[in-house]
């Protein structure tokens, strides 16, 4: 006797279908799992053993061969508990059940017979919705399967599969209301821009960052203000689109970070890892390959406060995937690739003791000590700042000044018109805002009148400016030109961009 039915894998974020064969032979009783399983399904055994039999059927004494194919394909976690569980309950014909292979079925047994939830679930929903897949999985999972598309029965018990399996006509699929983006609010932040006293060449900075999706390094003494002000930030993006909101679910899905009742992401992420995460944490990684910070900010915010603390390796690392807008994680068997379109806001506090340049208190480092904190942060890295910026303490006038701040929602509009004029300049392009362009739409995007290059060309020597900061500047260039509705780059446009690069100058290369 044989038995065959569906369930699904994943590697990152690409799906493949995973055919379950049990075959249960007269014999001396065993029971072996084949087909490139990791540890975590060959222990399936013992739980799927104990759940059967203690979901009040029987294990009979035979030679039982589970097999996963294709062979190839590395199979990892314990989503597979289910689909194994149903096929020996139907080769033993404990269940009878007719049209088993429209079926596609995901989760994870517990010793009772319950079933627990597994991650992935969405993007495999979404994938198999196309071809007419049903899926059967744990009732925490159900939400989550149903927004992928696919046909959904959701479950507790083992017990409960079965039931169905043997009569599913008396039952309905899950339904799932998709929430309406068109009417989605931005993000509620723990401040909002109104609540912060002066700071407006920060606050200005930080709209460009928003609007082009610049990053941004913020350098500035304790209590500057560097902390609040990347806090409010998100509440400065316009508001999350369903097409970005099911590429970021999708993450979370891996991570198993979906909320079980509203398993939509729907605020942009604002991520604060610690300077001690592990550069698998950040970047992406680990025996079971899962997204990293930079994935989970994924058309958000990673935030790295005291950004030298970091491990040396993280901040290298980081390089790559802020170029590329997508990470890659080296397995032994395959390479994973997940998105991460984030904004990176850093904050750092000038010298270790945090006072250089202060206007009020003295810098107690060594010139060697000084050296030494900088350094942390390489040419190649600082270089991927497009906005560097100096945060300097907000004055006592500033505090008690009674005129009122502008608020985040009147910021946000102007950051959403100059998103709009980038989605219709990058059309069709794969590039969605100005801090990502390619050096061609640099040239074809960012022409300069004479007067503008001429300037551009004495800045340069005069600030000894990379190849990399150049791009870099009309990159942001551009996003200034949008915030202010102007076709053509101006030389006010040209020459602000340029004052977000002087940073290096006065830190790094003095
Ligand atoms: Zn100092």
Not at 304 to 329: C, I, K, M, N, W
Not at 347 to 370: F, I
């Amino acid at each position: 006797m044989l038995a065959q039915l569906k369930s699904a894998t994943l590697l990152g974020l690409s799906v493949s279908m995973v055919d379950i064969e049990v075959d249960a032979a007269a014999g001396l009783p065993a029971w072996d799992i084949v087909g490139l399983a990791d540890t975590a399904v060959k222990e399936s055994k013992e739980r799927v053993r104990t759940a059967i039999k203690n979901a009040g059927f029987e294990v009979p004494p035979r030679r039982i061969v589970v097999n996963l194919a294709p062979a190839y394909l590395r199979k990892e976690g314990p989503s597979f508990d289910l689909a194994i569980a149903i096929a020996i309950l139907t080769v033993t014909e404990q269940l009878h059940c007719e049209n088993l292979n429209q079926y596609l079925l995901l989760g994870e047994l517990s010793l009772d017979g319950s079933l627990r939830p597994v991650r992935g679930v969405l993007p495999i929903s979404l994938e198999y919705s196309k071809r007419n897949y049903t899926m059967l999985v744990p009732a925490s999972n159900q939400e989550e399967s149903a927004i992928g598309g696919c046909t959904t029965y959701g479950f507790h018990h083992l017990k409960e599969v079965v039931a169905f399996l043997e009569n599913p006509e008396v039952y309905s699929p899950v339904q799932v209301n998709l929430p309406d983006f068109s009417k989605l609010a931005a993000m509620q932040t723990l401040h909002d821009f109104s609540q912060i006293k002066g700071q407006s060449e920060a606050k200005r900075a930080l709209e460009i960052a928003a609007a082009g999706n610049h990053n941004i390094l913020m350098v500035g003494s304790p209590g500057s203000g560097k902390t609040m002000l990347s806090q409010a930030l998100p509440g400065i993006l316009p508001p999350l689109t369903f097409e970005e909101s099911l590429s970021l679910s999708k993450i979370y899905s891996i991570a198993g970070l979906l909320p079980e009742k509203q398993p939509l992401i729907m605020q942009r992420p604002f991520r604060s890892p610690h300077h001690s995460a592990s550069s698998a944490s950040i970047i992406g990684g680990g025996r079971i390959p899962h997204p990293g910070e930079v994935s989970l900010s994924h058309h958000g915010v990673l935030f790295l406060d005291e950004f030298p603390e970091y491990h040396r390796e993280v901040l290298e690392a980081l390089r790559q995937p802020l170029e590329d807008g997508q990470v890659t994680v080296s397995r032994v068997q395959a390479q994973i690739t997940f998105p991460c379109r984030f904004l990176l806001a850093a904050s750092m506090n000038p010298c270790p003791c945090g006072y250089y340049n202060d206007p009020h208190r003295e810098c107690t480092c060594s010139p060697a000590a000084l050296q030494r904190y900088r350094n942390k942060i390489s040419g190649p890295l600082l270089d991927r700042f497009d906005l560097q910026l100096e945060v300097v303490p907000v004055t006592f006038q500033e505090l008690h000044r009674d005129t009122p701040e502008e608020c985040s929602a009147s910021i946000r509009n102007r950051v959403i018109a100059a998103r709009q004029i980038q989605q219709n300049r990058f059309a069709g392009s794969g590039t969605i805002h100005n801090g990502a362009m390619t050096a061609s739409q640099i040239q074809k995007f960012c022409q300069l009148d004479e007067k503008s290059r001429n300037f551009l060309e004495q800045a340069f020597q005069k600030l000894g400016l990379s190849a990399r900061a150049h791009s870099r500047i009309l990159k942001v260039a551009r996003t200034i030109a949008d915030l202010s509705g102007s076709e053509q780059i101006q030389l006010n446009h040209l020459a602000e961009a340029i004052q977000y690069r002087t940073l290096d100058k006065k830190l790094w290369k003095a």
